[in-house]
DNA sequence: CTATATGCAAATAGTTTGCCTGTTA
DNA sequence: TAACAGGCAAACTATTTGCATATAG
């Protein structure tokens, strides 16, 4: 079975146990969200999603990024005010962002490091998420010469 | 000397270091956050100050909050997309966003698991600062009867 | 006295909503 | 064919900006 169908049967078994539709729309997002895994906003998802589906508009960008969120096939990714990010690696990991090229890289955590940060909460609390913000220079701003 | 004339003097310090005028307002301000450290929002920052500067306006409280965060006064914290929250703690140090109560604490981090949380990163990377942000259930929330 | 901060209102950016039409199951 | 999704424009919220007046150094 090739990537496209693949896919395309994820898709459609997280819709149909969320009790939700499969539309063109939402197959188009999701496909080009795995397609160029580079954690893109709204507004570039949509400027993606019209070459291709020329009628799209930003409001049914914006409702099935919702869906999917809600469907747990992708998850957003904020950095301060800036615009929602979407991101389809479901595994745990943080989220580097590069000051100087703007680039959001995933970073891996081991089991290790989140159980630590897990005992590192009060007596009486209990997390369901940690999200983990890096900020600085990535491994390609280092190397370009300044 | 008691803390009033304390944090005055800590404030018109780091705004003259900052080259930076001190006012009214940004000293109404920092002693409200230094008062209660709860994470208020701009408008509950806004609301607060009106109670004893009644012509203070919504746009000061903003531009006195970034004045604030310039000179490391005090530091931003953003949960999602809901609006940005100020903290006067100014030690490295994680929050906890409680669900139920939508409490904000502040959580300490040992040494340890942040310097475990920079070594994670891939070779090449540097990090500037880390953001940590845990949600779930608080003690308080845990305490009570359901 | 002069640069800078305040206060007000209008502007902006990202996102959401309402309403009508089209599509899916 | 009934319920839900899409498309469009208008609304909304948090924040920023422009400009005239007030204030700090």
């Not at 969320?18 to 998802?45: M, Y």
Request: glycine share 4%; hydrophobic share 35%; with cysteine.
């Amino acid at each position: 079975m090739h990537l496209k169908s693949k896919y395309k049967k994820l898709l459609n078994n997280a819709l149909e146990a969320g009790g939700q539709r499969s539309t063109k729309q939402r197959e188009h997002i999701f496909a080009l969200l795995l397609e160029k895994r580079d954690h893109p906003t709204a507004d570039e998802i949509f400027a993606r999603a019209r070459s291709g589906m020329s009628t799209i508009s930003l409001a049914t960008v914006y409702n099935c990024l919702e869906t999917l969120v809600e469907t747990k096939l992708i998850r957003q990714v904020n950095f301060e005010r800036e615009p929602t990010r979407y991101c389809p690696n479901l595994t745990q990991h943080a989220h580097f962002y590069c000051r100087e090229s703007g680039d959001i890289v995933d970073i891996e955590l081991p089991e290790k490091v989140l159980s630590e940060l897990m005992q590192v909460l009060p007596k009486g609390f209990s997390a369901q998420h940690i999200e983990i913000a890096y900020d600085g220079k990535c491994n390609d701003c280092h190397d370009a010469v300044n």
